[in-house]
């Protein structure tokens, strides 16, 4: 006998939802690169009712949404986890850098498993548009989430 759950997440995403609740009243942007599946709608869904922008939220058909399957014990002790998370790496450097220049943050948080040029450029982007490198960070996750851009009010 066993139990299943899905639940919408990923380090990233909760880290998200702690900004929108700490920064209430701020503009929270999302840049993440997910599949053309039902992941993706769910974790769309899962945003917008904390009032997360989504416009940002990119599709690509080729990969599956980044998912993370975890087995535990009766416990609760992890046993084994298998990760699917190609999709991570195929938000561009161009697709950051515009979502950057268009929404024009005070800060930049980003995941750091996301491609090397993409971090080149979203440095090289926040540089540019002089958002001080204090205000620009790197989470090391796994997730669904790619970059997170924050505006503060």
């Known amino acids: 006998m066993g139990l299943h759950r899905f ?26 690169m997910v599949g053309d599946d039902p992941f993706a709608n769910t974790i769309k869904s899962e945003l917008e009712k904390i009032n997360m922008n989504t416009e940002y939220l990119l599709s690509n058909p ?3 949404s980044a998912v993370y399957n975890t ?13 699917d998370m190609d999709v991570v ?6 697709q950051a850098s515009d979502a950057i220049v268009r929404i024009q943050p005070k800060n930049v948080v ?3 498993g996301i491609a ?6 979203i440095t090289e982007t926040c540089s540019n548009l002089g958002i001080p490198g204090k205000n620009i960070n790197s989470l090391y996750t796994a997730s669904y989430a790619t970059d997170l851009l924050i505006n503060e009010p």
């Open 7 to 32: 639940r919408p997440g990923g380090f990233v995403m909760e880290t998200t939802k702690n900004w929108v609740a700490h920064l209430a009243g701020a503009d929270v942007y999302l840049v993440a």
């Open 62 to 64: 080729d990969y599956g």
């Open 71 to 83: 087995i535990h014990n009766y416990d609760g002790d992890l046993v084994a986890g298998v990760a």
């Open 89 to 94: 790496e195929q938000l561009t450097p161009s």
């Open 110 to 112: 980003f995941d750091g």
């Open 116 to 121: 090397y040029e993409t971090i080149a450029g």
